[in-house]
């Protein structure tokens, strides 16, 4: 399977800052997908890119494909308490998804 | 759907003892996986099925542990004999097209053995 770096590892914000999380590959992936873990909760899915270049927004939240397809990036716009939790980057490239330790973020109110 | 359903939500046992989970995927998925979650190691995947056939078990921490997928609709993993280091919450995803779609999780199992 492939796998992908992911920085930071942790995160502490204050609530409406902004938060950034990239994603890193050696090599290029046809797609990768998001997922957003709660404490104590499941991983859920968030988003899949799979085009070069690709932007996709979901409310606060922006998704990046970079042109090589070699990175990612998630940024949340104004951070609330409800965005608390894990956020993962998985490479698609096969049947098997290669899960690491995400970005942990808190924010503090 | 009801979406994937795992059982027991928790499990305390003592070491030694036989551990049954099981797992229900969405119907329609043809990939169930299984995961271990652990703060040391974050998620971990352990084996998965592709129509009812193990394809990686690679991830399986030793003979320790087994996994069966007996039809479409269930799934087990089972640790005989428990031991404190397979503390962890284990999670069961299904899919269709495994890597190729989002996978949807059940809400995990909470193991501890003493």
């Known amino acids: 399977g492939q796998q992908v770096m992911q920085i930071p590892q942790y995160q502490h914000v204050q609530e409406g800052e902004d938060f950034t999380t990239y994603c890193n590959s050696s090599?290029?992936?046809?797609?990768i997908q998001w997922y957003k873990q709660r404490p104590g909760g499941h991983p859920v899915f968030l988003i899949q890119?799979?085009?070069s270049g690709e932007v996709k927004k979901q409310k606060r939240l922006t998704f990046q494909f970079g042109e090589a397809k070699k990175n990612s990036s998630l940024h949340i716009t104004a951070t609330q308490t409800t965005d608390v939790g894990t956020y993962f980057c998985?490479?698609?490239?096969?049947?098997?998804?290669?899960w690491g330790l995400g970005t942990s973020l808190a924010v503090n109110p | 759907d009801a979406g994937v359903i795992q059982s027991p939500r928790h499990e305390v046992t003592e070491m030694g003892q036989e551990v049954t989970l099981r797992c229900k995927p969405i119907s329609g998925h043809d990939y169930l996986f299984w995961y271990r979650q652990t703060m040391m190691r974050g998620l971990e995947l352990l084996i998965y099925f592709n129509n009812n056939v193990p394809i990686d078990d690679s991830g399986m921490p030793g003979d320790r542990f087994s996994a069966k997928m007996p039809n479409a609709s269930f799934s087990t993993l089972k640790i005989q004999p428990s031991e404190p280091r397979d503390s962890a919450v284990y999670f069961c995803?299904?899919?269709?097209?495994?890597?190729?779609?989002?996978?949807?999780f059940g809400p995990g199992t909470r193991l501890t053995v003493l």
């Open positions: 998985i490479p698609g490239n096969n049947r098997k998804l290669i």
């Open positions: 090599t290029t992936l046809s797609n």
């Open positions: 890119l799979v085009k």
């Open positions: 995803a299904s899919s269709w097209a495994g890597g190729l779609n989002e996978q949807f």
